[in-house]
């Protein structure tokens, strides 16, 4: 069975830092690239970023570029977003999903906010 | 950036009726678009993949078809659990792009 599960989010000042994480079981995690997701309130979905399978090749969107990085583990079936420099445009909730976007997580939801 | 547009905005039908769904690309993504349904609260599902091919686990109701830049999904009978918000979204080049979404509420 599958599971996808981020982590990390929460509440942070505008120009301050944060890292997601997301834990994947039942499919092999280092075979597969994966990406972030995210929904603002309100809003529709916006692809974030995507790493290869083997963290060699990364790609973001331009509204983070520069400011958020993505890495990971797969020693620990674990994907990473690290977000620097958060806008109150920022907020949303996060989402890790598998390379085919077959397989997400529920979500972790992170408030920038003075 | 390939920007996705889907139309209606919102659906209002009854169960057991016929939704029919449409994305449009600003450019050529060949067949690769992807329909996701998306409920509160929950993680978006995939439903259709490469324009027209279903996903595994999703019931035969729905379908995808189109290629280029025009694309449908199709319901052919709403089912009560079918009653969320539906993306198109494009995996033919960097950005990966969604469209804004259409709701089907009902009736």
């Known amino acids: 069975q599958v599971q996808v599960v981020e982590s990390g989010g929460g509440v942070v000042q505008p120009g301050g830092s944060l890292r997601l994480s997301c834990v994947v079981s039942g499919f092999t995690f280092r075979s597969y690239a994966m990406h972030w997701v995210r929904q603002a309130p309100g809003k529709g979905l916006q692809w974030v970023a995507y790493i290869a399978y083997d963290g060699r090749s990364q790609r973001f969107a331009d509204s983070v570029k520069g400011r958020f990085s993505i890495s990971r583990d797969n020693s620990k079936n674990t994907l990473y977003l690290q977000m620097d420099s958060l806008r109150v445009d920022d907020t949303a909730v996060y989402y890790c999903?598998?390379?085919?976007?077959?397989?997400w997580g529920q979500g972790t939801l992170v408030t920038v906010s003075s | 950036e390939i920007v996705l547009t889907q139309s209606p905005a919102t659906l209002s039908l009854s169960p057991g009726e016929r939704a029919t769904l449409s994305c449009r690309a600003s450019?050529?993504?060949?067949?690769?678009l992807a329909w996701y349904k998306h409920k509160p609260g929950q993680a978006p599902r995939l439903l259709i993949y490469?324009?027209?091919n279903r996903a595994t686990g999703i019931p035969a109701r729905f379908s995808g078809s189109g290629s280029g830049t025009d694309f449908t999904l199709t319901i052919s009978s709403l089912e009560p659990e079918d009653f969320a918000v539906y993306y198109c979204?494009?995996?033919?080049?960097?950005?990966?792009?969604f469209g804004p979404g259409t709701k089907i509420e009902i009736k």
């Open positions: 979204q494009q995996r033919s080049d960097w950005p990966l792009t």
């Open positions: 999903a598998r390379q085919d976007m077959a397989y």
């Open positions: 490469d324009a027209s």
């Open positions: 450019q050529s993504v060949n067949s690769y």
